[in-house]
């Protein structure tokens, strides 16, 4: 069978666009397109990015970290550094020529492209190039310093090479881990300080939270330990100029770090918030930052929040069955690990969301309870005879229990009702939303 007019005309076409895209990735003298060389992480010392506005300077202080040093000294965001030397770690090529001259049209003229330069041993710069508007697919167009060819490279776009100061400076907050904190003191307006220590328990460890002056109860230490990794972790959103007007006249809490190494950083959260930002300030250094609320929530506890609250602790894999028994009626599933489902006993048979009861056995696993209702005895709470009980049982025998008392009165806007755990004397407070969606996770009876 011939081939039809058609086929020889697509072929043809083929043909000529494999051409053309060999012709445009050689230089009109018949090179192929430069290839800027590597730059080992490890090796880079300074970077400048300057516009027709500012010029910053970053420059490498040890081997773990950076510094802006022009057109202020303050420390640099590691990540977002790090994310500029990666586009330079491999020989970067110019991926094609696309024009010469015409600086205009590719955004790489005077006053709006930006001049990158990276240096690692040596007085002159490594790589040398000014980044101009971008391309589809991750690229820009890009001019080589000496140059006056346009190429197009996968640099990532020009908003990555900002030379704003405030794109650079460090949005890790605190720089330190958790087993770095001796001591916390809590200084919360209008309320008694809250001073949290770690006694030490041998030559260089320390033990867990204890309250000084010590409580008649136990410390929630998850809780204590969650919101220390939180803040440690805190990344902010936005750095601000030190004069942003974030209600720190005064804060509403300040937090005194004691670290094992003899530093003691200050965390000041300002009265200013939104529905989902809040800004805080570290003592010492010369900016705000903008951080997530849900970050910082945990620092408005008061003292009676730290009790332990824990109602359920286990491993979600060691869990085998989950019963809900209400109204005389008992349902229960079993979770099947090896088959990565779970399967309805009582009702036999009963099709499962698998994902919901996944994320019912996850939360179930470290169940805390809003607050201890202290006075509150069990008949008073209603469970002397509970209107529900949940019972969970281990692959290797152990069961635990959770008792569903009566609504709680005035609590309108957010029901809740009492509810006690297995092995615990304690009347506690658990919303009633979380409750519901634990019975409604079980098969209808």
Known sequence: MKPSARTWALLALTLLLVVANLWVRRSPEGDTTPTLPAIALDQARRIELSDS?????????????????????????????DALLEVFSQPLPMDVRVDEGNLD????????????????????????LTIGADAPGGSSFVRLSGSEAIYRARVGGRESYSANVSHWRNRDLLRFERPDVVSMRWEQDQRDPILLERPPVGLDQL????????????????????????????????????????????????????????????????????????????????????????????????????????????????????????GGQQRIVRQLPSEGRWESLSPAGRELDVERLNLVSRALAELRGDRVLEGLSPAEAGLSTPTARLVLTMIDGRSLSLEIGAALPDRAESPARAVRASGRPEVMELREVLIERLRTSFPAP
């Not at 590719?106 to 930006?114: F, I, R, S």
């Open 207 to 326: 033990g867990p939270w204890a309250l000084e002056p010590a409580a008649p109860w136990p410390l929630d230490q998850g809780f204590l330990d969650a919101v220390v990794d939180r803040l440690v972790g805190m990344r902010a959103e936005e750095v601000l100029t030190s004069d942003f007007a974030g209600g720190f006249d005064p804060p509403v809490v300040r937090v005194r770090f004691q670290l094992r190494d003899g530093r003691t950083p200050v965390l000041e959260l300002g009265r200013r918030a939104h529905a989902e930002a809040a800004f805080v300030r570290i003592e010492g250094e010369d900016a705000v930052f903008r951080v997530p609320r849900r970050d910082i929530l945990a620092l408005l506890a008061e003292r009676d929040d730290l009790r332990e609250r824990r109602l359920l602790s286990f491993a979600p894999e060691d869990l085998d069955t989950m019963s809900w028994e209400e």
């Open 105 to 128: 049209t590719y955004g790489l003229e005077p006053g709006k492209g930006v001049v990158v330069e990276l240096w690692a041993q040596g007085e002159a710069p490594v790589a040398s």
């Open 53 to 81: 506005v500012e010029k910053l300077v970053l420059e490498r202080v040890d081997e773990a970290g950076w510094r802006i040093v022009a057109p202020v000294s303050a420390p640099a965001d590691q990540p977002t550094v």
